[in-house]
């Protein structure tokens, strides 16, 4: 079976960094993906980690211990626009994506 | 536009109901996944088509079936509605992206379904 687990919520202030964490145990991995999704809408992808580490794309960093099975979100300079759900993903060895519940980001003036 | 077409956006329905949704995947990907997202819950996965065959299976109710075509969108039919299966409906399509085996997915705009 597949258990993905986020934290349910977490507020942050505009401007400053957040970091959301992500612990899975799955049967299979084929990398570790973060979605971005605001109410009532599609996810849409942030990043992909295959191999331990930090990937950096802009503002947004994510990063990977396999043998840990944890990752990371980290977000700078937040802002208001960055209120949403993040969501962290599993790709197993048949290519399928499994989800966590999502974490829900308020970021606050 | 993520090039993932899914009609309807909204569909409102009596319990016992049939409903079906559609997804048209972007041009090139053979893949099409089923995703349900009920209210403040995480996407569950549902099933799996891969070039018109079922490749993998998620928790799928027995009421809903699916079915990808030749031109490659697919169908998901909800049967015997519930008041439960009330949810965004996403459908995504993925295509390999690099030789390590990268598929990016990418999400429709969702289908949302409410059981009155």
């Not at chain 2, 309807?8 to 559609?22: D, E, F, N, S, Y």
């Not at chain 2, 996403?90 to 390999?96: G, P």
Request: glycine content about 10%; hydrophobic content about 30%; charged content about 15%.
């Amino acid at each position: 079976g597949q258990n993905i687990d986020q934290p349910t919520e977490m507020t942050a202030t505009e401007g400053a960094i957040v970091q959301i964490n992500c612990t899975y145990q799955t049967s299979g991995f084929n990398g570790l993906f973060w979605y971005q999704q605001h109410a009532g809408e599609a996810p849409t992808f942030l990043s992909y980690n295959v191999l331990d580490g930090l990937e950096e794309k802009g503002r947004f960093s994510s990063f990977l211990s396999r043998s840990k099975g944890y990752s990371y979100l980290l977000l700078k300079e937040l802002q208001m626009k960055d209120s949403a759900s993040y969501l962290c993903a599993v790709q197993t060895g048949a290519n399928n994506l499994f989800f966590g519940t999502g974490t829900r980001l308020t970021v606050i003036p | 536009d993520s090039g993932v077409t899914q009609t309807p956006k909204h569909l409102i329905t009596a319990t016992g109901q049939r409903v079906t949704l559609r997804c048209s995947p972007r041009s090139g990907d053979l893949s099409v996944y089923w995703y349900q997202q009920s209210l403040d819950q995480g996407l569950q996965f549902l099933i799996q088509y891969y070039n018109g065959e079922e490749r993998a299976k998620g928790n799928i109710l027995e009421r809903f079936s699916a079915q990808q075509f030749p031109d490659l969108h697919s169908e998901l039919n909800l049967s015997s509605l519930e008041l439960g299966d009330s949810a965004l409906y996403f459908c995504a399509s993925s295509v390999r992206r690099d030789p390590q085996g990268y598929y990016g997915y990418t999400f429709g705009s969702g289908t949302r379904l409410t059981v009155v």
